[in-house]
């Protein structure tokens, strides 16, 4: 996977909590932090490219550990699946920590002229990332407040699409 590629999954992963509370008003967006089948994608995918990586980093020196990892990702991966709530929320989350450290694998590599300010914001949506996963009320939350107060359902999806313009902007400028 490119650089690019990279920037614009983010960019996507970015966006879409962007665009839930900035269309906060909509009935439809409230229940979406639970989405269920969408999540699940988001949550397989993720499962299945950390499977990956772990396998790719521990088969060499810690053979026992990566035999378990084939056996162990699907069970784990179903029953997250099966029993998680805010399925779409953590999923997204998941899928952001992961690209994000990709991102920042790949601009090291890349050496763009502004790769500070792009590692500042590859940090950032990896913050949210984490946040998404670990406390995913957090969105449930930031619809509320959206919905209810207008300057709100303007700055914080902004800072989203600001960060998200970064991380496309500065791969695809050098």
Known sequence: MTLQITALLISLCLIAPSLLLFFAKNEKVKNMPRERIIGSI??????????LQGYTLLKEDFTSIARILPYAVPIVAIASCAFMDYLFTRGLGFALCLLSTQYLNQLFAADPSARQLASIAGYIAIITGMFLVGQPWILRKGIEICREQDKWRKIIPSAFIASAL????IPFSS
């Not at 988001?42 to 499977?51: H, K, V």
């Not at 970064?166 to 902007?169: K, M, N, P, S, T």
């Open 42 to 51: 988001l949550t397989l995918a993720s499962f299945a490219w950390a499977g």
């Open 166 to 169: 970064i991380i496309v902007i």
